[in-house]
């Protein structure tokens, strides 16, 4: 706890007092280069986040029960391994700290191993550790050079060309892939708090592996289409996560899954920055970099927070299944009133942390077209589909979350006896609730501290700030939460004052209307069940709508039924619906356009 | 002076959107009552009804949380500051740096997300229907908008809801065939967004088109009041908002007196209602789709918006 609310405190110190010059060279490491650590902006800026996240679950790892004494060691394991990788000035110690990360995550996964769930989460977490481990390490191989320097200044020196650089984007994106793709794993299995370190921490550190490998160390020289792959990562795991959070009915899935849908969106993020920084565009590069770096941090925090409320809900409540939950805010008022905070941040709404990050995003691809590149222009209106398509889902996702279990009425018998859980516990939840009220109130000085990471990710360290405002364009689009919140309260004081002296009377209570419904029995206390919304119900009809999601299925079975759904779709054209003739028409338009317009546009 | 003409317009512009909600709300009714052949209420009547409502004492449920209290008036508090940053009568108002389009959107889905908790907070099967429903809708309608939002951007260079609007009013892009694309692109969100025609009928009680009335039900006096102001101010923002991005002809440039103020006030009003007359036409025109059909209209939607950002590509590539 003291050394994480440390961490915090000594990023936020040395991002407002100037970095700390040089490496501290460490006396040990492999013989062929001595470790040694540093901490310039990119680095300061994701220690920040793991600080305030770790600051925030070790206060509510003092306050749950005690698990076993075997999930005491990998905590403090985990969140050192986490700040020795982000503190790295070398390729070998930033893949020991993820190596130690990986390890204490898989220690914590499998705490519970009596059941079989665990054990197979672990196995599959430990896979996709080594396959992480197996893609990073030769691509800090390839980006070492012929000389074999491993430290990171040596690495800038000799940036990757040809073959090598595009096997570096490669691997890269392969292994901070498997990075991310150990979340839902992870969090659906292990407790509560280090459920919420990982899934606060992970992302943001995905994103510095990412930023780190490709925007850093491969140098500001690469061309202008080694975004897209990024671009299109992200914007396509934005998607998926999303899709896949609409479907779970386990809430830390779905918020494991909700924070692949962010993740996604950062990674994007970071994507553009790259591809404006290729074609020129420094301004706009400044704006999707601040973009994914306020995005990793607000999501680091609200769903630091999420997990935290859904851990806490877990224990007194007894379950995780949405099913049977429900009424908690009546249980659990603080804990409900946090989680709703962290929710209306996690579905991106003004003015809270989510809104600042989405917004930066949405108005560098917007700006995408000015990357004078049809096939690119393309890609980039594709990306605002997807991207635009991602917040609506996240948000209807985490409605769906809220909205069973904490609204309507208790699911289970042992659900209706929760009830708040204790002091420090709170207190942990009312930390990062608000700390996202904060961040989301003051993105604009956020980014001016982000300056230096910027610097490192774009090559000039301007943030898109103008009075504590995010500005975006040249005839500037504006965001500015403080004036937002002011016409807010003034608007809400306008709205009591009139309501006080025209509508005095205080409401009454009585049984619900519910549509003429008759009262229930006496043998069903909380209702009848069946009248309430189910986990799958809420989502049916968007589900509907959007056709069953078929990507968002795991890959282990999709190959055979691709195979299926090819044979079944032999003579098909006729018996279309209008939705898939229009899905078919989009994209049959968007193939001619680009290929149409290929040679033309370069 | 500037900032005082901009202080001015800008009270006088939110004093405009919340008086006249309630009158869009209810000439709409009345040219669809006329249009049906019957004489129809008073254009006036919502007036009555939000004062009878706010007169009567609310009842909740034995089961409602704080949010049934709390959330009507967060949602409209929302959807005022969203008012207040849409344009109507005349440019360089006092918030209208802060006039984003993006941010806009951000405040109604607020509005929206205070209204479905609403819905969930008592646990009834029609608010579960109507959540439901009603949370499907802006994921198919928001990506039609973005994209709007990509030719608005590339036209005039801005997101920002006042610059577009002087952008179009000077005539930079001209009359444009992608323009056309995104306006009508965005009259599809716009109806999908307040929940009107093609899907849905306006103060329908019929299960299989209830979408905002079925979650209303639980609500009553002061609540269903501002539930139904909202949605009117809604409306009027919409309507402003089309307003000015498509026909921001007449509007008082930043700087004008107030004579160009009253003449902008004529504008938009003519505006308004010759908006309000062509919603009543379409939906006295056309049948009730089912629900299920809305993916297929904002998919054609989405095909015209992408079409319109496709052309102005073309139109900005190097060759």
Request: charged share 10%.
């Amino acid at each position: 706890m003291g050394v994480s609310a440390g961490f915090a405190v000594l990023a936020a110190f040395s991002l407002l007092a100037g970095l700390p010059e040089g490496v501290l060279a460490l006396p040990l490491g492999p013989p062929w280069g001595a470790a040694s650590l540093a901490l310039d902006g990119l680095s300061a800026w994701f220690l920040l986040l793991l600080g305030m996240v770790g600051a925030c679950t070790s206060l509510f790892a003092l306050g749950a029960p005690p698990g076993p004494a075997r999930s005491l060691p990998p905590f403090p394991l985990l969140l050192a391994g986490m700040a020795l990788s982000l503190t790295a000035a070398d390729a070998f110690l930033l893949l020991l700290g993820l190596g130690l990360a990986a390890l204490a995550a898989g220690a914590l996964v499998a705490v519970e191993h009596g059941q079989a769930e665990a054990r197979m989460a672990a196995r599959r977490h430990l896979i996709l550790a080594a396959l992480a481990a197996g893609c990073l390490m030769p691509a800090c191989g390839l980006l070492a050079g012929p000389a074999g320097a491993y430290d990171f200044a040596a690495m800038r020196g000799v940036p990757p060309e040809g073959w090598r650089a595009g096997a570096v984007l490669a691997l890269g994106m392969l292994g901070a892939g498997a990075l991310a793709g150990q979340l839902p794993f992870a969090q659906g299995a292990a407790p509560g708090h280090a459920a919420a370190l990982l899934s606060g921490a992970m992302p943001g550190l995905t994103i510095y592996v990412l930023a780190r490998l490709l925007a850093d160390l491969c140098g500001p020289a690469q061309p202008s289409w080694w975004g897209l792959p990024l671009l299109a990562a992200g914007a396509v795991s934005a998607l998926l996560g999303a899709l896949q959070a609409l479907r779970e009915e386990d809430g830390q899935s779905l918020l494991a899954w909700a924070g692949i849908g962010h993740l996604g969106l950062a990674v994007s993020g970071l994507g553009l920055a790259l591809a404006f920084r290729g074609a020129d565009l420094g301004a706009l590069a400044g704006l999707a970099a601040g973009a994914a770096l306020l995005q990793a941090l607000g999501q680091g925090v609200f769903m630091a927070l999420l997990v935290l409320a859904a851990g806490a809900v877990a224990h007194t409540a007894g379950s995780r299944k949405l099913d049977r939950l429900g009424g908690l805010i009546h249980a659990m008022p603080v804990t409900a009133a946090c989680t709703l905070i962290g929710v209306l941040a996690a579905s991106c709404l003004p003015p809270l942390s989510g809104f600042a990050g989405a917004w930066l995003l949405l108005q560098s691809v917007l700006a995408g077209w000015r990357v004078g590149f049809i096939g690119f222009q393309l890609a980039a209106a594709a990306a605002t589909v997807l991207a635009a398509l991602a917040l609506a889902l996240v948000a209807a996702a985490m409605l769906r979350l809220f909205g069973m279990a904490f609204l309507g009425r208790p699911r289970s018998p042992r659900g209706a006896g929760a009830h708040e859980v204790s002091r420090p516990e709170r207190w942990a939840i009312l930390l990062p609730a608000g700390l996202t009220l904060l961040l989301g109130l003051f993105p604009g000085v956020l980014l001016l501290l982000a300056e230096p990471a910027l610097g490192v990710l774009t090559g000039r360290a301007a943030a898109p700030v103008r009075d504590l405002a995010l500005l975006a364009g040249d005839r500037p689009a504006a965001y500015a939460p403080l004036v937002l919140a002011l016409v807010l309260a003034l608007s809400g004081g306008l709205l009591a004052w009139l309501l006080r002296r025209r509508s005095p009377l205080a409401a009454a209570r009585g049984p619900a209307w519910d549509g003429g419904f008759i009262a229930p029995p006496d043998y069903l206390p909380f209702g009848d069940p069946l009248t309430q919304p189910s986990a799958s119900g809420l989502a049916q009809p968007l589900r509907r709508m959007l056709g069953e999601p078929r990507a968002a299925r795991l890959p282990s079975d999709s190959t055979p039924r691709l195979r299926d759904w090819l044979a079944g779709r032999v003579g098909w054209l006729p018996g279309l619906t209008a939705r898939q003739g229009l899905s078919l028409g989009f994209g049959t338009l968007v193939l001619l356009l680009v290929l149409l317009l290929w040679p033309g546009g370069r | 002076m500037a900032l005082l003409a901009g202080i001015l317009t800008q009270l006088l512009h939110l004093a405009l959107m919340l008086a006249t909600a309630p009158l869009v709300l209810g000439v709409t009714r009345w040219l669809r009552a006329r249009m049906l052949g019957r004489r129809g209420a008073s254009p006036l009547q919502p007036f009555r009804d939000l004062d009878r409502l706010l007169r009567k004492r609310p009842v909740l449920a034995e089961n409602a949380s704080w949010l049934s209290e709390a959330a009507p008036q967060a949602g409209l508090v929302a959807c005022m500051a969203a008012a207040a940053l849409v344009p109507s009568f005349a440019g360089g108002m006092l918030l209208a740096p802060a006039g984003d389009l993006l941010v806009v959107v951000g405040l109604l889905a607020a509005a929206r997300m205070a209204l479905l908790l609403a819905a969930l907070d008592v646990g009834t099967a029609f608010g579960g229907m109507g959540a439901a429903r009603a949370m499907s809708i802006p994921v198919l309608a928001e990506p039609v908008l973005l994209l709007c939002a990509v030719s608005f951007a590339i036209l005039a260079g801005t997101t920002n809801l006042d610059g577009i609007a002087a952008a179009f009013r000077e005539g930079a892009p001209g009359l444009r065939l992608s323009l056309a694309l995104a306006g009508a692109a965005m009259l599809v969100v716009a109806l999908a967004a307040n929940a009107r025609r093609p899907v849905q009928g306006p103060g329908s009680l019929a299960e299989p088109a209830m979408l905002e009335e079925a979650m209303l039900l639980e609500s009553s006096g002061r609540h269903l009041a501002l539930w139904e102001y909202q949605s009117a101010l809604r409306l009027t923002l919409w309507l402003s908002l089309l307003a000015a991005l498509l026909l921001p002809y007449g509007m008082a440039p930043a700087g004008a007196g107030p004579f160009a103020w009253l003449l902008g006030l004529l504008a938009w009003a003519a505006k308004i209602g010759v908006l309000c007359l062509a919603l009543t036409c379409f939906e006295g025109a056309s049948a009730r789709m089912r629900l299920f059909r809305l993916p297929g209209i904002l998919g054609l939607a989405l095909l015209l918006a992408l079409l319109a950002a496709a052309l102005l590509f073309l139109g900005t590539g190097p060759a």
